[in-house]
């Protein structure tokens, strides 16, 4: 039996799945933490030779038959990340992650420069920190000397591929998050690029070549081989950005939405057509299969339940267990959780804030508050793509690590209002990149692949008696929008 791997490179650690090419069955997996982090906001950078050392991990855990049946392998990775590459292949710098907001002042001079409505109709998105566009112009900006010595520009996936196949490509999903591509047009937009560099035409040569969702990188190198243990004739993926290859995992349908709890939180659906939202909420990305992605980031998600459970003594568990003894609370205790900044609404400065604190407040209101916090802004982001044109009518999935909180869904099913699925495969960035890998082995497109896979499939939770959704996410808007407000972040 084939087997095929699937890749979730991810801020935190990297996770594989082997998988059967045929079935998608789930033969095993493995993860490894990512060690060299510098993390200290708004500083967040990462050694790119740690995401190799994590693959190797990983793969070294599988079985040497294992090994040897892999046909096939794709990379899905965190978004945004800047990574550059001399001409000998030396990395130039730690690479400059997502969640890095020292781009912030460079990110508002791009917008001044071409105006919202003028990006979201280049790119269909307006760019903020966290936009590969704005991490470049950091490094002109402030490391000046490495500029003559970048011949090569990549995201986290992008790195990764390169290391296994030795092409310098990418896919248009994740390149559709870096500001220099127009997703509608699929190709580099030098325009934007001339808004960093002088001469863009020269640097577009130092941008990876933007593969379709059914080409290939390439078979595995000699080196790449010998230190994953696989076959010679591996095949290499595209690959793509975590929130696509998660979209692929679960095989999601015009009008599905996905709400992804994470380090960081996302809300998304699959569209036919090119979003495009000039207030800059959503960010009108291309998915992993030939269509779109529109898609709304927050900074701030179960990383602020872990900082409310250290602060309360408990571990994540235990918070979710007094959550859950106060859902019936009447103290309207809100928290919006903007610890870290915060990406949607544009507030990289901002910190959070408690409001209705009490002498007779509870350990257990605090609970709930937090998680309320990180889903309401969640929610925030469906309507936000709702209000750009985007279907999000069907099923809502619930993903990431925060999905198997008790807590989480619960609470996502009462502010939702309405039925929320968890699938059973809690790891669906490392499914949607065995699809892809699949596609590649098959000679068929991903969306094909995961129309056969059993995917999406999962428990349905439904709002509880007397959930009060609509009471909490109103309370929650009125003390968001005091914080929005100009001079108030």
Not at 313 to 324: I, R
Not at 327 to 338: D, E, F, M, R, T
Not at 391 to 397: E, I, P, V
Not at 434 to 441: E, F, K, L
Request: negative net charge; contains cysteine; proline residues 6%.
């Amino acid at each position: 039996m084939d087997l095929v791997a699937g890749v979730d490179s991810s801020t935190q650690s990297t996770k594989v799945e082997l998988r059967a090419r045929d079935s998608g069955r789930l033969v095993d997996r493995a993860s490894a933490p990512h060690a060299h982090t510098c993390w200290e906001p708004p500083v967040s950078e990462q050694d790119p030779q740690t995401w190799w050392e994590a693959l190797a991990a990983c793969f070294a855990q599988f079985t040497e038959a294992d090994r040897a049946r892999v046909i096939a392998i794709s990379v899905a990775g965190q978004q945004h990340g800047l990574v550059l590459v001399s001409d000998d292949g030396e990395v130039l710098r730690p690479a400059k992650l997502w969640n890095d907001t020292t781009s912030a002042p460079q990110a508002r001079d791009l917008v001044a420069r071409l105006s919202p409505e003028g990006w979201a109709q280049r790119c269909g998105s307006v760019p903020l920190a966290s936009f590969t566009i704005a991490k470049l112009a950091w490094v002109l900006e402030h490391e000046s000397q490495l500029a003559d010595r970048i011949a090569r520009i990549m995201l986290p996936h992008d790195w990764l591929t390169w290391r296994l196949s030795g092409a310098h490509v990418t896919d248009r999903g994740d390149a559709s998050g870096t500001g220099w591509f127009d997703p509608a047009a699929n190709e580099m937009a030098a325009d934007l690029l001339g808004l960093v560099v002088d001469d863009p035409a020269g640097w577009l040569s130092r941008l990876p070549e933007v593969l379709g969702p059914d080409e290939t990188a390439g078979q595995i190198t000699d080196d790449a081989a010998s230190a994953l243990g696989v076959g010679d004739a591996v095949l290499i993926g595209p690959g793509t950005g975590d929130n696509m290859g998660a979209a692929l995992g679960l095989g999601l349908k015009p009008g599905d939405s996905v709400i992804s709890l994470g380090t960081s939180g996302t809300a998304y659906s699959v569209s036919r057509t090119p979003i495009s939202d000039p207030t800059g909420a959503v960010a009108g990305f291309a998915d992993a299969t030939g269509a779109f992605l529109p898609l709304v980031c927050t900074l701030n998600a179960t990383r602020v339940t872990d900082t409310v459970a250290r602060w309360l003594g408990v571990d994540p568990l235990g918070l979710a267990e007094l959550a859950m003894a106060a859902a019936g609370s009447s103290n309207a205790l809100v928290l919006v959780p903007y610890f870290d900044g915060e990406r949607t609404p544009d507030l990289p400065d901002a910190t959070g804030i408690f409001a209705g604190l009490r002498n007779d407040t509870t350990r257990e209101e605090l609970a709930l508050a937090a998680h309320d916090g990180v889903l309401c802004g969640l929610f925030d982001g469906l309507d936000a793509l709702r209000a750009a044109g985007v279907d999000a009518s069907g099923r809502l999935h619930l993903i990431g690590g925060g999905a198997r909180s008790a807590a989480y869904r619960v609470r996502a099913a009462a502010l939702h209002g309405e039925p929320v699925n968890v699938p059973d495969d809690d790891e669906t960035v490392a499914l949607g990149a065995a699809v892809q890998a699949a596609a590649m082995a098959t000679g068929r497109r991903p969306g094909e692949v995961a129309a056969d896979w059993p995917l999406g499939r999962g428990v349905v939770v439904e709002p509880p008696s007397g959930a009060n959704g609509h009471e909490a996410r109103a309370h929650y808007a009125e003390l968001r929008t005091q914080l929005s407000m100009p001079g108030t972040g």
